[in-house]
């Protein structure tokens, strides 16, 4: 049931960096802290520089940052927000980075300056699709939508270990790292308080942002396909070039600018990323023998190519789900 927010969630205000106005009602932005922004830089460049483009394209995080400037040039803003009653729920620690929590501050504080928001994680590339058909397409009644995580693909019945911990039965569970938002829709489900009420009684030793929303929604939520989240692993690489993803998100710890990424992540791909850093931060350590190329071993090539054999059926039957890229589905059908 929908209804009307408490007062004091509706007076939080974002902080845009002094020289961006909001152009569109709908925005792409890329969550980070400063540690990050270099390699958010790289899907935020590729997304600004599309032409005709008819959305925003931001980088957020908690705090306010300095732009580079061949970011401004490129007409790419910089918005801070946080929810201190969430924030204060939050179990922290020295290792968790307030913006993980973006997409949950900024549905928040960004209701009346956006419409629709895209929040995407920095370890992602763009590579091709438009994110503002994207954000107009129907989302199905719901103020959340985002893409299952890969550990429903091939089993969409799989109860996820969250929702084991929580007693609760199995839900269509997403991934965390590129969330739609609908502003309004935000605010009348009363999902900053909900985000908070979950965090404070059930979040600590379950997870992060993607265990809260999910424990949160519980299934509410329209699913997009997964070509606007495609999670590389190697159950899904060699399918990825036939594929054609938008958004290739490299989750794990092999990111595409380590030197672990080598013979795992396409030359391309860790080229994307080096160029950026080569480029606009000449200050950051540059992606290790960016441009040549690096074979797998003979044995984690067979052990991918039997994953994704093993796989192939269930996997077809997830992706023919999706008429196309931009039509959106109920994960519960």
């Given at each position: 049931m929908r209804h009307d927010p408490p007062e004091d969630r509706m007076g939080l205000s974002p902080t845009f960096s002094p020289d961006f106005r909001p152009q569109s009602d709908l925005a792409v932005i890329v969550a980070c802290d400063a540690n990050y922004l270099p390699y958010a830089?790289?899907?935020a460049l590729a997304m600004a520089a599309q032409p005709g483009r008819e959305y925003d394209v931001l980088i957020g995080g908690p705090e306010p940052v300095e732009m580079p400037a061949p970011l401004r040039a490129a007409g790419i803003g910089h918005v801070a927000a946080r929810d201190e009653a969430l924030l204060d729920a939050l179990p922290l620690d020295a290792?968790?980075?307030?913006?993980?929590?973006?997409?949950?501050?900024l549905g928040n504080a960004l209701r009346g300056h956006y419409r629709r928001i895209l929040v995407i994680d920095a370890d992602i590339l763009y590579e091709r699709g438009d994110p503002a058909r994207l954000m107009r397409a129907d989302m199905l009644g719901h103020a959340v939508a985002a893409v299952r995580d890969n550990r429903q693909w091939r089993s969409p019945g799989r109860k996820v270990a969250e929702f084991q911990k929580l007693g609760e039965p199995a839900h269509p569970y997403f991934n965390?790292?590129?969330?739609?938002i609908d502003t309004e829709g935000f605010a009348a489900e009363d999902l900053p308080a909900r985000s908070e009420a979950f965090a404070r009684n059930h979040l600590a030793g379950l997870g992060r942002d993607q265990a809260?929303?999910?424990?949160?929604?519980?299934?509410?939520w329209a699913e997009i396909s997964p070509l606007w989240n495609w999670?590389?692993?190697?159950?899904?690489?060699?399918?990825?070039?036939?594929?054609?993803?938008c958004l290739i998100?490299?989750?794990?710890?092999?990111?595409p600018w380590l030197a672990s990424s080598q013979g795992i992540v396409p030359m391309r791909m860790r080229a994307a990323f080096g160029q950026v850093l080569r480029q606009h931060f000449p200050h950051v350590p540059p992606v290790p023998e960016a441009e040549r190329r690096h074979w797998p071993s003979p044995g984690a090539l067979r052990a991918a190519l039997f994953r994704q054999w093993r796989a192939a059926g269930a996997m077809m039957r997830?992706?023919?789900?999706?008429?196309?890229?931009?039509?959106?589905?109920d994960p519960r059908a």
């Open positions: 830089a790289t899907p290792r968790r980075s307030l913006a993980t929590y973006m997409e949950l501050f965390a790292g590129v969330v739609m809260l929303m999910n424990g949160m929604l519980k299934g509410d999670q590389f692993t190697n159950a899904s690489t060699h399918l990825t070039s036939m594929a054609d993803p998100h490299f989750i794990g710890t092999r990111k997830y992706l023919n789900r999706f008429p196309d890229a931009y039509t959106l589905v």
